[in-house]
């Protein structure tokens, strides 16, 4: 499904709270002046002190505080759990999640050392920090009443790309992840989407153009391939925040545009008379199993915070 650009379409966002990670640079910073343009309130959480100039320039340039950052690292849960608290602390809640951070240390895989910490970071980064950036914001949202989670994956999450293979696999499961959030819009009124760009101009895969000092032959091929405009990537990211129809869809965003990349249906052979039936049943107990589950990690979550406080 192709869609039209809506860059011309400034719905505001005018008392709505926003955590971007890895918001100091690149996506992350287009993202945020956009939000800031319409309204917003903008924590911002990067693991390069820049955000902090950003921050100071939104509020220099707009006479007011509608910005903060903090360092982050999205792979602890203790930086994750201090960025949300900032925007409730700052701005009294969090209404939108840009889920942006990410890294391209380690993006090829294949033939690096056997080293466990150099193995493990692009994915403790980019897959495993998205979902604990993610789980703080549906605990922190689902107080305030919902609100709208955007994570900016990649093409690379539906393509295979030879030299870039741990990369690759993070960005595919950021795409397993946003497509079984299914329930959580009829749970607390939560959605989460997905922004896939293709070859974007940015400086995120400068690192990775050499492996151990020798040139990696790829680029000679992606530098041939257009990139895609900063706005369209703006475009799928306030569609979704916009649209209060949508959740676990992903968009890829190419030079021509926007293109909705629809889930695979469940093949003929899995779906029995027994298990479509069983589905049904599965069904109409998910919510309030899924609602339960919620109010259990939202007290266990208060309790936390409120052990935290106290210590302090």
Not at 138 to 155: D, T, Y
Request: proline share 4%; net charge neutral.
């Amino acid at each position: 499904m192709t869609l039209q650009s809506s860059s011309t379409e400034l719905t505001s966002f005018e008392g709505k709270v926003a955590v971007v990670t890895g918001g100091s640079r690149g996506i992350g910073k287009a993202i945020c002046d956009e939000l800031i343009k319409r309204g917003a309130k903008v924590v911002i959480g990067a693991i390069s002190d820049k955000g902090q100039e950003v921050a100071k320039q939104y509020n220099k340039e707009t006479g007011k505080k509608v910005a903060v950052f903090l360092r982050t690292d999205v792979s602890r849960y203790d930086d994750n759990k201090a960025l949300f608290q900032l925007a409730e602390n700052e701005f009294g809640g969090v209404d939108i999640a840009i889920l942006n951070a990410a890294t391209s240390d380690g993006s090829d895989n294949m033939f690096s050392p056997l080293d466990d910490k150099l193995e493990e970071r692009i994915f403790n980064v980019n897959a495993v920090g998205l979902i604990k950036s993610s789980k703080v914001a549906i605990l922190h949202m689902a107080k305030r009443g919902g609100g709208s989670i955007v994570c900016i994956s990649s093409a690379a999450g539906f393509y295979s790309v030879p030299a870039l293979t741990a990369y690759v696999a993070t960005k595919h499961a950021i795409i397993g992840y946003v497509r079984s959030c299914t329930f959580l819009p009829e749970v607390c009124n939560i959605r989460v989407n997905a922004v896939c760009p293709a070859f974007v101009d940015t400086e995120f895969l400068d690192s990775v153009r050499t492996v151990g000092g020798i040139p990696e032959p790829y680029y000679d091929f992606a530098d041939t391939v257009p990139v895609v405009p900063m706005p369209f990537i703006i475009d799928g990211v306030f569609k979704y925040l916009s649209d209060n129809t949508t959740n676990g869809e992903t968009v890829m965003a190419y030079p021509t545009g926007l293109e909705v990349r629809e889930a695979p249906e469940w093949h003929y052979s899995l779906l029995t008379e027994n298990s479509l039936k069983a589905q049904d049943i599965y069904l109409k107990k998910a919510i309030p199993h899924t609602k339960q589950q919620l109010s259990r990690a939202l007290e266990r979550y208060e309790n936390e915070q409120k052990k935290a406080s106290s210590i302090q």
